[in-house]
């Protein structure tokens, strides 16, 4: 357990009131103070009350300066005084001595928590090295001009996005992804702020300015992440404005009414003051007031340690009650990248031979075309296309194209483009984009062109339903066979295609209508065309890795790395938070109930009246550090 300066100065002054607080109970029960002696004891037990509790007292002062009467130090300060004043000084000083205890018990699992997301606040880079006409040159990150060459040395963390100009090196991105694999970075590949070099030394054209780099928006969406105060937080902080002049009024009647009603002596006074005493230890809101946004400050930083940034403990909190998650499909559930997923010859002639003499006339043919589906059939061919064999090239607009090749006229185009030549094709059941093969009239098969799966996009799939999500869904604007064809590759339970972005946006508003209840929905994309549909929905989810700009803007969550699987880990980490935190509230609630009424009527004393103050704090204080520990938030 590891403490700052303060918190070992803090220690040491309950320690030294503990050693005095002990002195003080043996010397009491040996009736060291009985009788007239009373001035001795008060003397005594004020000494390790000051040491322990003066800092509450002046806290109390203050606030009460301010208008801010009812707080908890307050409800300390009155019911220490009032044990003083019945002449109860062991038990004044001890309410003041674990009160300070549970308060420093609270102050270093905040910071623990606190440190959870503040690892990223480390990531960002207090210098670059500009290269500016071969001289060095230490700049601050800020001052860093679009288009400017930064050198990064081994060991160096990255300090503005850009693209890789010369060297090659791994880059470690742990810090932001959570992932402890590094990456490979060559000449054109992008590298983004934050990430720390490896081992070679890497010059880099600078693509953003600072306050517009990864890096930047990160430190800028932490910052702002516990700004956002669930319905949760909100309802407690009115609760303890509400309930905790309640609760002193309650007390001054409870020592005040039954003593003139019921009449009697000095005894009667004291002992109800006492149970006022009593009353006002037990009420002292602190277990609920702390352990809620602590709960959720927990939750922020579980899901920050897997690469997952939460713009807002509010939507931590709705993401623990979706039951729909919405998928974009391009570059979310998909790489957006066509690649060769069949290649299909005519009837007969399914050998290796044909495969590979289709492959070839499609290459060729698609020599000199640029089209994204052009450049993934020559990667398909794994060979250089020799330029010199072919004689003739010639498009035909929206069918296709026309190439002379070693003497053979040779077609690659649609259905349309055979038709017009008369040629007869066979019929094939595909959601991927088919190109249709010709030679010489004869039509020798079919290249199926599809956009790759994500790695584990099915595997996310299935973690979501297994986390509680009952309904996945998949929007996009690609064709009804394409997209069918990845909902059942992935299992997704229902698909809309042909969507245009206002499509979308209803299509999300007719969802969010279907849910029931308290349930919610979740939308994850990474386009420009999704950012309105990530603002429409309960919770967005962006890909912030290869993600727009406007999308990750727009989101309430954001993925680091674009792993989706990750969107499964989140909701766990969500419902989690969600369940201690209501855990917290009802065992808080139900014990301080309990011995407010037994104060009431006598039953409880002040060591009862200590544990439902300080024992439930550090209870539900515990109860929300299970979020902190590394393997449940992966769980």
């Not at 007719?510 to 950012?531: R, T, V």
């Amino acid at each position: 357990m590891k403490l700052s300066k303060k918190q070992k100065k803090w220690l040491g002054r309950i320690i030294a009131a503990a050693v005095l607080f002990l002195a003080l109970e043996i010397l009491v029960h040996m009736g060291a103070f009985d009788g007239s002696r009373w001035w001795i004891g008060f003397l005594f037990a004020l000494v390790p009350y000051l040491i322990v509790g003066y800092d509450v007292i002046l806290k109390s002062i203050r606030n009460i300066s301010r208008g801010d009467v009812f707080d908890e130090n307050f409800l300390m300060m009155i019911a220490t005084f009032g044990a003083f004043g019945i002449r109860e000084y062991p038990e004044a000083v001890a309410v003041m001595l674990l009160y300070q205890i549970g308060e420093l018990f609270q102050n270093y699992a905040t910071g623990k928590s606190r440190d959870s997301i503040s690892d990223l606040m480390s990531i960002a880079p207090e210098t670059a090295f500009v290269e500016q006409d071969g001289e060095i040159e230490e700049m601050d990150p800020d001052e860093v001009e679009v288009g400017e060459i930064i050198v990064i040395r081994p060991g160096d963390r990255i300090p503005l996005d850009g693209e890789v100009v010369e060297g090659e090196s791994m880059i470690d991105t742990s810090a932001l992804t959570g992932e402890p694999v590094p990456r490979r970075a060559r000449p054109g590949d992008m590298v983004i702020s934050g990430c720390v070099n490896g081992q070679g030394t890497l010059k880099v054209r600078t693509t953003k300015a600072y306050e517009d780099s990864t890096v930047a928006r990160i430190l800028e969406m932490v910052e702002s992440a516990t700004e956002k105060k669930t319905r949760v937080e909100n309802f407690v902080t009115r609760f303890a404005h509400v309930y905790t002049p309640i609760v002193t009024i309650g007390a001054l009647v409870l020592a005040l009414i039954p003593p003139i009603v019921l009449g009697g002596g000095a005894r009667v006074w004291i002992d109800w003051i006492r149970r006022a005493c009593i009353f006002l230890v037990v009420s002292c809101p602190c277990a609920l007031v702390i352990s809620v946004p602590l709960g959720f400050f927990g939750g922020i930083g579980a899901a920050s340690r897997i690469g997952v940034l939460v713009k807002g403990s509010n939507y931590l909190e709705a993401l623990a009650h979706v039951r729909t998650v919405v998928f974009d499909k391009t570059g979310t559930l998909t790489k957006g990248e066509f690649r060769v997923s069949r290649v299909i010859p005519a009837a007969g002639e399914d050998s290796e031979e044909a495969k590979a003499r289709l492959l070839e006339h499609a290459a060729y043919a698609e020599c000199y075309s640029t089209h994204p589906i052009a450049q993934s059939i020559r990667e398909a061919y794994g060979r250089p296309v020799e330029a010199s064999r072919i004689t003739r090239t010639e498009e035909i607009p929206g069918r296709g194209v026309l190439a002379a090749a070693d003497g053979h006229e040779i077609l690659a185009g649609n259905a349309k483009l055979m038709g017009s030549r008369g040629i007869e094709i066979e019929e094939l059941q595909t959601g991927g984009t088919v190109v249709r093969i010709a030679c010489d009239g004869r039509y020798e098969g079919a290249v199926i062109i599809s956009d790759t799966v994500k790695e584990g996009a099915a595997k996310a799939i299935r973690d979501m339903k297994a986390a509680g999500v009952r309904r996945c869904v998949m929007l996009t604007g690609d064709r009804p066979e394409a997209a069918e064809e990845v909902a059942r590759e992935i299992g997704i339970d229902e698909v809309h295609a042909q969507l245009l972005p206002a499509d979308k946006v209803d299509q999300i508003e007719k969802l969010m209508q279907s849910e029931s209840g308290s349930g919610k929905l979740a939308f994850a994309g990474d386009g420009i065309n999704d950012a309105p549909v990530l603002m429409r929905s309960d919770v967005g989810i962006a890909m912030g890795s290869l993600g727009s700009d406007a999308a990750i803007e727009a989101a309430d969550i954001v993925l680091m790395d674009d792993d989706i699987t990750k969107i499964a880990r989140t909701v766990t980490i969500a419902r989690k938070t969600v369940g201690i935190i209501h855990a917290n509230i009802i065992f808080a609630i139900a014990v301080k109930i309990a011995i407010l009424i037994m104060s009431v009527f006598g039953i409880a004393n002040m060591w009862m009246a200590i544990f439902g103050d300080v024992g439930v704090l550090i209870l539900c204080i515990l109860n929300a550090m299970r979020l902190l520990r590394r393997d449940d938030s992966q769980r």
